[in-house]
């Protein structure tokens, strides 16, 4: 855009009004991606209302593709592959919210306590942060489902013990800078307590880091729980689950519809949180508030 | 305004004739072990009830870490010795739960930099409110934001109603350092320490905050502590000055008797370094050598290497601080003690 100073009157009050309209981190693909992640809640909450057929009943011949009756085809059990689609957000969209609700409570405690606290408790909860950061997630999830049984609820717990360091990382640096601001030193002169340090004047300051990475961990969660179910590591069959269902689609490599629908669901959705989680580090981090796009 | 009642210290009403604050050989050093360095050397200093005192001293002379001692907020790896008594009362070594009740509540602080010292996440409305909301937590809604609205009525804050609403970074420099100060006065201290409160200020704005501070400490019957590297500030400001150097007082006088005579060589030299309006053609004096460090000093007075009127005896005696209150020197060629070597200074009688 050119320098204010040299647009025509008419053409500044344009640009200052179309700027007011949309604020400058709400770009395309913040718009896209807050309408398809509205758009899959909205139909995980709703889809038992007005699904035309049943996720796991079929409801025509086999490996049908494409048509007016079944958008998407049938699988090879003559299931509808856009209704078990749809019923796929069921399983993974509360799974998400939980790991990520999860992660972020444990790891806003234990980067909370680690940071604000310093000294040994700082290196005792870091070390236990390091140990778990040493676990891969598939090794986690195959420990789970092995003493707990398959299904997603033990995968969701696998999740929460791998993601939770990285919060509490995350929060802990954010804390050590925050606590050396002047608006600190004030508030502990005016007689402020311990608790109220944390909860006033460092954590809302901290926060926002942790806000943006797990927006974009949403998505990711979708895709690494969509990745373990499709090991067989997760959902049990019939859950019409993602993951699952793409494995399903493995052994027919002609009848494509099969796996298009929740590939297109997994892709959708993690890109839908990408972009949001980008946008909000656009709201609120100035520094990287240019946006290219 | 709203009382201090909730917080009233446990030992009961202050004896007549006790000092508000009584500093008795604090000493403050940083580390520990053969390393350790030491910023305040030993200070004595009386605050009497609604007094004010100038402190001043270069950089690193120890002036801010004093006063920090006072409310033990010094930082993490300082150590502090000594004693430091309000109203009769211990504060080194207070427990924490204590200490909490006497900042901001007795003893209020308003810092350097307000540009940085309000959160930039709250209004300043709840901001102040809160100030109140910690020590006298007994009072409701409505008495709180009424009590808001006056304090910043008192640091002449225009609209105070409407300015409740505005975040820090609404406001200006000199607003916001009002508001620290709003602050740092909202549960009526008896003791109020600026820190350099005009240091980040324009300075048309410097004038409109130190005629504030002397307004409000002299309605409030606040003691004030100021501490300044600025000569300019101290004058008209306070009752009396201490001049620190080197984590010591090495002078403390009434204001008009530092400015008028001063005795200490240091002193001298420090009011030398201000530019004169009325004699323009007046060199501005430095002084020569540079600043002590907080490594140990060598034995003798510590301004000793810089000093002009120096003698043998300087380099092997310190001096202590000696004089009735208000005129108090630690020098011993100015006070006397050892003849002075050069002719036309001021030597033993």
Same mark, same amino acid.
């Given at each position: 855009?050119?320098?204010?100073?040299?647009?025509?009157?008419?053409?500044?009050?344009?640009?200052?009004?179309?700027?007011?309209?949309?604020?400058?981190?709400?770009?395309?693909?913040? =718009?896209?991606?807050?309408? =398809?992640?509205?758009?899959?809640?909205?139909?995980?909450?709703?889809?038992?209302?007005?699904?035309?057929?049943?996720?796991?009943?079929?409801?025509?011949?086999?490996?049908?593709?494409?048509?007016?009756?079944?958008?998407?085809?049938?699988?090879?059990?003559?299931?509808?592959?856009?209704?078990?689609?749809?019923?796929?957000?069921? /399983?993974?969209?509360?799974?998400?919210?939980?790991?990520?609700?999860?992660?972020?409570?444990?790891?806003?405690?234990?980067?909370?306590?680690?940071?604000?606290?310093?000294?040994?408790?700082?290196?005792?909860?870091?070390?236990? =942060?390091?140990?778990?950061?040493?676990?891969?997630?598939?090794?986690?999830?195959?420990?789970?489902?092995?003493?707990?049984?398959?299904?997603?609820?033990?995968?969701?717990?696998?999740?929460?013990?791998?993601?939770?360091?990285?919060?509490?990382?995350?929060?802990?640096?954010?804390?050590?800078?925050?606590? /050396?601001?002047?608006?600190? /030193?004030?508030?502990?002169?005016?007689?402020?307590?311990?608790?109220?340090?944390?909860?006033?004047?460092?954590?809302?300051?901290?926060?926002?880091? $942790? $806000?943006?990475?797990?927006?974009?961990?949403?998505?990711?969660?979708? +895709?690494?729980?969509?990745?373990?179910?499709?090991?067989? $590591?997760?959902? =049990?069959?019939?859950?019409?689950?993602?993951?699952?269902?793409?494995?399903?689609?493995?052994?027919?490599?002609?009848?494509?519809?099969?796996?298009?629908?929740?590939?297109?669901?997994?892709?959708?959705?993690?890109?839908?949180?990408?972009?949001?989680?980008?946008? +909000?580090?656009?709201?609120?981090?100035?520094?990287?508030? /240019?946006?290219?796009? | 305004?709203?009382?201090?009642?909730?917080?009233?210290?446990?030992?009961?009403?202050?004896?007549?004739?006790?000092?508000?604050?009584?500093?008795?050989?604090?000493?403050?050093?940083?580390?520990?072990?053969?390393?350790?360095?030491?910023?305040?050397?030993?200070?004595?200093?009386?605050?009497?009830?609604?007094?004010?005192?100038?402190?001043?001293?270069?950089?690193?002379?120890?002036?801010?870490?004093?006063?920090?001692?006072?409310? @033990?907020?010094?930082?993490?790896?300082?150590?502090?010795?000594?004693?430091?008594?309000?109203?009769?009362?211990?504060?080194?070594?207070?427990?924490?739960?204590?200490?909490?009740?006497?900042?901001?509540?007795?003893?209020?602080?308003?810092?350097?930099?307000?540009?940085? @010292?309000?959160?930039?996440?709250?209004?300043?409305?709840?901001?102040?409110?809160?100030?109140?909301?910690?020590?006298?937590?007994?009072?409701?809604?409505?008495?709180?934001?009424?009590?808001?609205?006056?304090?910043?009525?008192?640091?002449?804050?225009?609209?105070?109603?409407?300015?409740?609403?505005?975040?820090?970074?609404?406001?200006?420099?000199?607003?916001?350092?009002?508001?620290?100060?709003?602050?740092?006065?909202?549960?009526?201290?008896?003791?109020?320490?600026?820190?350099?409160?005009?240091? %980040?200020?324009?300075?048309?704005?410097?004038?409109?905050?130190?005629?504030?501070?002397?307004?409000?400490?002299?309605?409030?019957?606040?003691?004030?502590?100021?501490?300044?590297?600025?000569?300019?500030?101290?004058?008209?400001?306070?009752?009396?000055?201490?001049?620190?150097?080197?984590?010591?007082?090495?002078?403390?006088?009434?204001?008009?008797?530092?400015?008028?005579?001063?005795?200490?060589?240091?002193?001298?030299?420090?009011? @030398?370094?201000?530019?004169?309006?009325?004699?323009?053609?007046?060199?501005?004096?430095?002084?020569?050598?540079?600043?002590?460090?907080?490594?140990?000093?060598?034995?003798?007075?510590?301004?000793?290497?810089?000093?002009?009127?120096?003698?043998?005896?300087?380099?092997?005696?310190?001096? %202590?601080?000696?004089?009735?209150?208000?005129?108090?020197?630690?020098?011993?060629?100015?006070?006397?003690?050892?003849?002075?070597?050069?002719?036309?200074?001021?030597?033993?009688?």
């Amino acid at each position: 855009m050119s320098a204010a100073g040299l647009l025509l009157p008419e053409e500044g009050l344009a640009a200052v009004r179309s700027r007011r309209a949309r604020p400058g981190w709400l770009t395309t693909p913040v =718009v896209l991606g807050l309408v =398809v992640a509205v758009g899959w809640i909205v139909v995980a909450l709703t889809i038992q209302w007005w699904a035309p057929y049943s996720p796991t009943a079929p409801s025509g011949s086999p490996l049908v593709g494409p048509s007016g009756a079944h958008l998407l085809g049938t699988d090879e059990l003559g299931r509808d592959v856009l209704t078990r689609t749809l019923y796929g957000a069921r /399983e993974s969209l509360p799974l998400a919210f939980a790991v990520v609700a999860g992660g972020v409570s444990i790891g806003t405690l234990a980067g909370g306590i680690a940071g604000f606290f310093g000294g040994w408790v700082d290196a005792i909860v870091m070390r236990i =942060v390091d140990l778990t950061l040493a676990f891969p997630a598939i090794l986690l999830a195959m420990v789970m489902t092995a003493s707990l049984g398959p299904g997603l609820f033990h995968i969701g717990i696998a999740l929460v013990i791998v993601w939770w360091p990285i919060y509490a990382r995350l929060l802990r640096a954010q804390i050590l800078s925050v606590k /050396e601001s002047p608006h600190v /030193e004030a508030a502990v002169a005016a007689g402020a307590s311990r608790w109220r340090l944390f909860r006033v004047h460092i954590l809302p300051l901290a926060f926002t880091p $942790l $806000l943006i990475n797990a927006t974009i961990d949403l998505g990711q969660v979708v +895709l690494l729980a969509s990745g373990l179910s499709f090991i067989g $590591l997760g959902a =049990v069959p019939p859950t019409p689950e993602w993951g699952l269902m793409i494995n399903d689609a493995t052994g027919f490599f002609y009848q494509w519809w099969i796996a298009l629908g929740p590939g297109l669901a997994i892709l959708s959705i993690v890109l839908a949180f990408s972009f949001i989680g980008d946008g +909000l580090r656009d709201l609120f981090d100035v520094r990287s508030s /240019e946006s290219s796009w | 305004m709203v009382s201090v009642a909730a917080t009233a210290p446990a030992h009961g009403a202050p004896r007549a004739g006790e000092p508000l604050l009584e500093v008795r050989g604090l000493t403050v050093s940083i580390g520990r072990g053969p390393d350790a360095l030491t910023a305040v050397r030993g200070i004595d200093l009386t605050l009497q009830r609604g007094e004010s005192l100038g402190l001043v001293g270069e950089s690193g002379a120890g002036k801010s870490l004093s006063m920090l001692s006072v409310t @033990s907020l010094l930082p993490r790896g300082a150590r502090v010795g000594g004693s430091v008594r309000l109203e009769g009362r211990e504060l080194i070594g207070l427990r924490s739960r204590e200490l909490r009740r006497v900042r901001g509540a007795e003893i209020g602080m308003v810092f350097q930099d307000p540009m940085t @010292s309000l959160n930039p996440v709250f209004t300043i409305g709840r901001q102040v409110e809160e100030a109140i909301r910690i020590h006298q937590p007994g009072l409701s809604r409505s008495e709180v934001a009424k009590a808001a609205v006056a304090l910043l009525a008192a640091v002449a804050i225009p609209a105070p109603r409407e300015r409740l609403h505005s975040y820090p970074f609404e406001l200006s420099g000199g607003m916001r350092q009002r508001v620290m100060i709003a602050i740092a006065i909202a549960n009526n201290p008896k003791l109020l320490i600026a820190d350099e409160p005009t240091t %980040a200020l324009d300075v048309t704005i410097q004038a409109q905050i130190l005629d504030l501070l002397r307004r409000l400490a002299a309605e409030r019957e606040m003691a004030l502590v100021l501490i300044t590297h600025d000569l300019g500030v101290i004058a008209g400001m306070v009752d009396r000055v201490a001049v620190m150097y080197a984590g010591r007082v090495v002078e403390e006088r009434t204001t008009a008797e530092l400015f008028a005579s001063p005795r200490h060589p240091y002193t001298k030299a420090l009011l @030398s370094c201000i530019p004169r309006a009325d004699r323009p053609d007046a060199r501005v004096l430095g002084i020569p050598g540079s600043p002590a460090t907080l490594r140990p000093p060598p034995p003798g007075c510590a301004f000793a290497p810089r000093c002009p009127d120096a003698v043998d005896a300087c380099h092997e005696v310190d001096p %202590a601080l000696e004089g009735e209150p208000g005129a108090r020197i630690a020098c011993l060629v100015a006070s006397g003690r050892v003849a002075a070597t050069r002719p036309g200074e001021p030597g033993p009688r």
